[in-house]
């Protein structure tokens, strides 16, 4: 597989004095969902040739930086191979016979990009679906465990159809937060025997579902 090539990292202004001048950066979080990947960097023709291309990495804001190493070729991009997943703050020195564009990252120094580095699926798990104690059927219980380390605030969806490949209908018009309980007023018209899914999707697009079967009997006619 193609590694992934996230957005320009650098982009390095011409010379006006012995050092680069400050660079403009993406503040963007790019979404990678491979361990391995590329990263661009940009620079004017005015400051070619470069003699050397550092990139350092910090998992924690800028606390701490970490010197990933060279681009031994000088050619954009550079390979980057993440030692695990989590959100990565990248930080490129450039060189050329002026010197560098500047002084390695330090305690705090913001990345010029950032990347979160995802390629697990979430883990869920669909542990029931009952009728309410002491409620009309029309009202189920579904109940679930969903585990990720980057899930959004609404990462929940609980779909339903008549077979596990067709749980197309929605049971809640928008994705719902993570709680592991949902209560779900089943329409009139579900009777029989429906298949029910909760599917989990990641920050970075991963998704996992859950699958179980329930009956809906048929309903009594309101009386009027």
Not at 74 to 89: A, K, L, M, N, Q
Not at 184 to 200: C, D, H, I, L, T
Not at 202 to 219: F, I, L, V, Y
């Amino acid at each position: 597989m193609t590694p992934r090539t996230i957005g320009h990292a650098v982009v390095v202004a011409n010379f006006v004095c012995a050092c680069l001048s400050r660079s403009a950066f993406a503040q963007e979080t790019s979404i990678v969902q491979t361990a391995v990947f590329d990263i661009e960097y940009k620079i004017n023709e005015a400051a070619m040739p470069l003699e050397s291309v550092r990139l350092w990495f910090t998992t924690d804001g800028g606390a701490i930086w970490t010197e990933f190493g060279r681009d031994e070729d000088r050619i954009s991009p550079i390979r980057f191979r993440s030692p695990g997943e989590g959100v990565y703050g990248f930080f490129f020195v450039l060189a050329n016979s002026a010197g560098p564009s500047s002084a390695p990252p330090s305690k705090s120094t913001p990345p010029q990009q950032m990347a979160l580095v995802d390629y697990t699926p979430p883990l869920v798990q669909l542990h029931q679906v009952r009728s309410v104690p002491g409620v009309s059927e029309m009202t189920v219980q579904v109940r679930w465990t969903a585990v990720d380390a980057h899930f959004s605030p609404r990462p929940i969806e609980i779909l339903y159809g008549p077979s596990p490949e067709h749980t197309t209908n929605r049971a809640t018009a928008e994705p719902i937060a993570n709680t592991g309980m949902f209560d779900w007023r089943v329409p009139p018209e579900v009777v029989g025997s429906v298949a029910v899914k909760v599917a989990a999707t990641d920050r970075a697009g991963q998704r996992a579902e859950s699958e179980a079967q329930w009956t809906a009997k048929k309903r009594p006619l309101a009386r009027g």
